[in-house]
């Protein structure tokens, strides 16, 4: 089954305490995203990697780093989360191009920052 | 900066109810703008796109159509299962690499049978 795979699905963790969120897509798409998803503001791109080796900020980038090491994976890392990182996290791929059609996103991580 | 407004924030709807949904946007030079449905607990499923005013796409009871300004989803005669959040994205005209993409808030929609 075509899909995109987050782990974990929920986390609680304290402020300051590393993490990270992984993502996985079986579907050889190059391209692949992270967003944030918080309640009255919508979805927020944070990063978002072209293809291999390729990465640029998206809207709200401070605070995180990304990876793409492998085509099929990206993960989002807080090095030092903070309670304003509280947030629903969604990441996506699709195929190559300029156009956002068919973005597959996968079913979330819901992190809490203490 | 690039705004997405979507309106009303909640709609209730008794089965069968026709009724609207408005995504209003800024951008410089709109590439695309696209509509997503989103269940609770789920990442958004994609569900139409749009590149120029005048367009329409419609699937099953969803329609949507775009002006210059704003765009529309039509839900026609709705059922239950129509049931979720539905989210307004616009891509801005491509500078150089420019893959950014803005989300409006939502509308969630609750039909009622």
């Known amino acids: 089954e075509a899909q995109v795979t987050q782990n974990p699905r929920y986390l609680i963790t304290v402020t300051g305490k590393k993490l990270t969120v992984t993502c996985s897509q079986n579907m050889n798409h190059e391209y692949m995203s992270w967003y944030r998803q918080d309640p009255g503001l919508g979805l927020r791109q944070i990063y978002y990697?072209?293809?291999?080796?390729?990465?640029d900020k998206g809207d709200v980038p401070e605070g995180y780093k990304v990876s793409r090491k492998e085509k099929r994976n990206f993960p989002l890392i807080l090095e030092s989360p903070s309670p304003n990182q509280t947030s629903l996290y969604f990441c996506?791929?699709?195929?190559?191009?300029?156009?956002?059609?068919?973005?597959?996103f996968g079913p979330g991580t819901r992190l809490t920052v203490l | 900066e690039d705004q997405v407004t979507q309106s009303p924030e909640a709609l209730r709807l008794q089965e069968g109810e026709s009724s609207s949904l408005n995504c209003s946007y800024t951008v410089s030079g709109l590439r695309g703008l696209f509509w997503y449905r989103q269940d609770p607990g789920k990442g958004p499923e994609f569900l139409f796109t749009?590149?120029?005013a005048g367009e329409e796409k419609e699937k099953e009871r969803l329609k949507a159509t775009l002006t210059k300004k704003e765009s529309f989803l039509h839900i026609t005669a709705p059922k239950p299962e129509d049931s979720a959040t539905y989210l307004c994205?616009?891509?801005?005209?491509?500078?150089?690499?420019?893959?950014?993409?803005?989300f409006g808030a939502g509308t969630t929609v609750t039909v009622r049978a």
């Open positions: 996506a791929s699709k195929t190559s191009g300029t156009d956002y059609n068919e973005q597959f």
């Open positions: 749009l590149y120029s």
């Open positions: 994205a616009v891509q801005r005209g491509s500078r150089g690499n420019d893959y950014k993409l803005s």
């Open positions: 990697s072209m293809n291999v080796e390729v990465t």
